[in-house]
């Protein structure tokens, strides 16, 4: 129990330059919007209300924040090995490909059979294209940072393609698949909602791969290559190997998330599946300081300023667009409050104002 | 005033690292038009020294003149500015650029430049320099001795009177060695002053007219040229060494069982040269056995091939069936942050680093972390690191209870053999005795150790036998009785009769 307190405190503890950075954003994009003569007051009210408001912008907060979740937590895993996967988005797609194969073709089999084989099937989809980008960077040299982008195209061609022919609907009409037969498809949580039970699968993900990272050997290995890689091969580590292998975890859990976000949001396939769920994902597991219980509440965030967004338009006519300045400011100010100029400049402060009280 | 300078002195210059004191009060005289050996051993406080005289370290205490004037130096800009140029170790030349924009890098305020413009007017300064090289050619198409010379020309563009050259052979090939050499006597003739750090006698006595020899941060002495033999210098740089004399009541029980044996073994590094070069030993249980040599001469390859972690090229080495578990042949490597640990971890999760396939530290697959925090406490408590506990950052650790917790670490699981490079190095006094009576105690159980190390009076504390290697090459075999002006010769290149 020690232990898990412990562990808490040193998250929020880690976490706590985050969340300044979202309320420094936020009051950033405040002042920007009071430059088109909007009420900044109301504008972050307005974003308020559309992601917490009520049952069912909350709902929805949660239902945007679920497939951020999968990227991020794959961003994260692999970063913590010392690798940047960019691929998620290519390995998101892949995994909604995957789904929609079992799915649409209709089947017999005992549902929960069925599930396990399909999920075993998309986790398998987005591992393969990770260790393709770990053999390129271990046995060719090939930076990951390369590849992946260059994989993110090949799996959106890809899909393109599927939907233009052996995906598409049996009615030829639109360039997107039929849709999912319901064993395939993930229950409603909350009568009233979209919200489905693969938030729940999300969490569980993260609370595993923390499990992975941090109690067990493999998660060991995995940071201290991502600390140390000279170390860890000094001190008789396979090195490659385990790069391999964190790629393909990063991967399969990248591709559960577009499972999830065809089985429970879509029903089917269509060519913007991700709105860049993959690279938004990338800025999720900085959020969550690289760690992948860090990454729900980053998640969450993300996911309010989406549904916040919607209202912003919706009600006060704003472009969307202003969540994603915000993102990207939020991104900023991790990173500036990351630097350790920024660290001893408040640290002086704070010492400043403690002799100020005395 | 850089246009005139003749002479630089520095005096009683004095500086430490921590708790490790690096230059004890060191005098120097640099004259114009005059090569100046700088020589010692790894750790002397050569470089230094240098460093200091080019802004780059603050002495803690002494002064600097130039031609009587007390200067200031604070950065290597002021430095340059006084007319000081240094070309070290590693250069820092940008390999994307050419030539030219190389040299001019940091002293033209321009926005704009003509690239063509410029590549003439640097070919004839490098020209007239008496320099072959087409100012043109990008940094990456060079070898290492172009480069070098690239890294001259640019002190020499930044009117430099005293250049400094940083081991400038060590990384050169034969006949680029005389090349360089060629260069410096040029240099001379205009007038320049050299200063040449490197601890080979034979480059000293071919090129130098004045020789400072520093030993432990204290000058020895400076001495003309003409007065200098190999003998000389080689005792002055190792100095006096007392044999221990528990070497001798050491007990030799029985034939001793071979558990380490290597043939002929060729090693590459990694720029693909031969770093060890026809090299044959064996490692006797209960034998603590030493590999003498200066920094650089293939001990790391050695030692990493016999760790597996480096192919062999051509020889062999043959390893007791025992010692292919990690557990059985423990490993100190030579520089323990970048190597040994990961310095942002807890000092229990570095305790893990090697054995995080032990199952001994699983519980139904999770790691045991009060096991592992246990096991981690023992050796802090066994080797009296001092420390908060094993959940304190392994940086925050000072560096001499880094190393007995590397020791700790590596003697946990009970070796039968131990590979350690530079076990004391940058550890203090105590420190150092602690971490030689484990090594000691770990040889009376019967272990067997192969320590590599650049202290010469490490070796002669610690080991039955030792051989000496340079470039690569073993130079030869030494026990206690051997003497240190012979092993001093060995060390630096020069062959002489074997003792053994």
């Given at each position: 129990m020690r232990r898990f307190t412990e562990t808490t405190r040193e998250l929020l503890q880690s976490l706590l330059p985050s969340s300044l950075a979202f309320i420094s954003a936020s009051l950033v994009a405040a002042l920007l919007v009071s430059f088109f003569n909007h009420s900044p007051i109301l504008v972050l009210r307005t974003i308020w209300e559309g992601a917490f408001g009520d049952v069912y912008s909350l709902s929805e907060t949660l239902l945007k924040a679920t497939p951020l979740v999968c990227t991020g937590l794959a961003v994260a895993l692999a970063f913590r090995a010392g690798i940047w996967n960019i691929g998620a988005e290519g390995q998101f797609i892949v995994g909604a490909m995957t789904i929609t194969v079992f799915g649409v073709s209709a089947t017999n089999l005992f549902a929960p059979l069925f599930w396990l084989i399909m999920m075993v099937c998309v986790f398998l989809s987005g591992a393969v294209l990770g260790m393709i980008v770990g053999w390129l960077r271990e046995k060719r040299g090939v930076s990951e940072v390369i590849s992946t982008i260059m994989l993110n195209a090949i799996a959106l061609q890809l899909l393109s393609y599927a939907l233009h022919s052996p995906l598409q609907e049996i009615a030829r009409t639109y360039p997107q698949s039929d849709r999912l037969v319901d064993v395939a498809r993930l229950s409603q949580l909350w009568p009233g909602t979209r919200l489905h039970g693969g938030v729940i699968i999300v969490v569980l993900l993260a609370i595993s791969l923390w499990l992975i990272l941090f109690r067990l050997p493999l998660g060991f290995r995995l940071r201290v290559i991502g600390q140390n890689p000279r170390a860890a091969r000094f001190a008789g580590i396979n090195v490659s190997r385990h790069i391999v292998i964190a790629l393909a975890l990063s991967g399969g859990v990248a591709a559960i998330g577009g499972a999830i976000e065809v089985a429970g949001v879509t029903g089917r396939l269509y060519e913007?599946?991700?709105?860049g769920y993959g690279y938004t994902g990338i800025a999720v597991a900085m959020l969550g300081r690289l760690h992948p219980l860090g990454v729900l509440p980053a998640a969450f965030l993300f996911g309010a300023l989406e549904s916040g967004a919607r209202a912003l338009q919706r009600n006060m006519g704003i472009s969307p667009v202003l969540a994603e300045v915000i993102q990207g400011m939020v991104i900023l100010f991790v990173v500036l409050y990351e630097t350790r100029w920024f660290r001893e400049w408040l640290m002086k402060y704070l010492t400043f104002l403690n002799n100020d009280l005395k | 005033m850089s246009s005139i300078i003749s002479h630089i002195r520095l005096q009683g210059i004095k500086k430490h690292f921590g708790s490790i004191q690096a230059l004890g009060g060191v005098d120097l005289m640099l004259q114009a038009g005059e090569v100046h050996a700088l020589l010692g051993e790894n750790g002397a406080g050569k470089s230094t020294l240098m460093k200091i005289l080019y802004g780059l370290y603050r002495p803690d205490a002494g002064t600097i003149h130039f031609d009587n004037h007390p200067v200031k130096i604070g950065s290597a800009a002021v430095a340059m500015q006084l007319g000081l140029g240094f070309v070290q170790q590693h250069f820092s030349l940008i390999d994307n650029l050419t030539i030219a924009e190389n040299i001019i890098l940091g002293t033209q305020a321009q926005f704009f430049y003509s690239p063509t413009a410029l590549h003439r007017q640097i070919q004839t300064f490098i020209n007239s320099n008496g320099f072959t090289l087409d100012a043109g050619t990008p940094v990456s198409e060079l070898s290492v001795g172009e480069k070098q010379r690239v890294e001259i020309i640019k002190a020499l563009y930044r009117q430099a009177k005293f250049i400094i050259l940083d081991e400038p052979t060590s990384v050169l090939a034969p006949q680029e060695v005389e090349t360089l050499f060629a260069t410096i006597r040029r240099l001379q003739a205009e007038g320049k002053g050299i200063v040449f750090i490197t601890h080979k006698l034979d480059e000293v006595l071919q090129i130098s007219d004045r020789i400072t020899i520093l030993r432990a941060g204290k000058n020895v002495v400076t001495l003309d040229a003409g007065f200098a033999t190999a003998e000389n210098l080689a005792d002055m740089m190792i100095g006096e060494i007392i044999s221990p004399a528990q070497s001798s009541d050491r007990k030799m029980t029985g034939a001793p069982s071979v558990l380490l044996k290597a043939s002929n073994l060729k090693i590459h590094n990694d720029r693909l040269h031969l770093a060890v070069n026809d090299i044959s030993f064996e490692l006797a249980a209960g034998e603590i056995l030493g590999v003498a040599g200066v920094d650089g001469s293939g001990q790391r390859e050695l030692a990493e091939a016999i760790m597996g972690l480096r192919t062999v090229q051509a020889g062999m080495i043959q390893k007791k069936k025992t010692l292919f578990d990690r557990r059985r042949l423990g490993f100190i490597p030579p520089d323990r942050l970048s190597e040994?640990?990961?310095?942002?971890?807890s000092v229990a999760e570095n305790f893990l680093l090697e054995r995080s396939d032990d199952h001994e530290f699983r519980r139904a697959g999770f790691l045991a972390a009060a096991k592992i925090n246990g096991h981690a406490k023992t050796v802090i408590e066994n080797f009296s690191v001092v420390c908060k506990g094993p959940k304190q950052k392994l940086r925050e650790l000072s560096g001499g209870n880094q190393q007995k917790f590397l020791l700790g670490r590596a003697l946990s699981t009970n070796p039968e053999v131990l590979v350690a490079m530079n076990p004391t190095w940058g550890v203090d006094v105590a420190a150092t005795a602690a971490i030689h009576a484990r090594l000691r105690n770990m040889q009376k159980r019967g272990g067997a150790i192969l320590l590599f190390s650049t202290d010469l009076e490490e070796i002669y504390a610690l080991c039955d036998r030792f051989f000496v290697m340079h470039t690569g090459r073993l130079m030869g075999w030494a026990i206690a009785a051997t003497s240190a002006t012979q092993v001093g010769l060995w060390m630096t290149g020069r062959p002489g009769a074997t003792i053994h």
């Open positions: 913007n599946i991700s709105p | 040994a640990f990961v310095p942002d971890f």
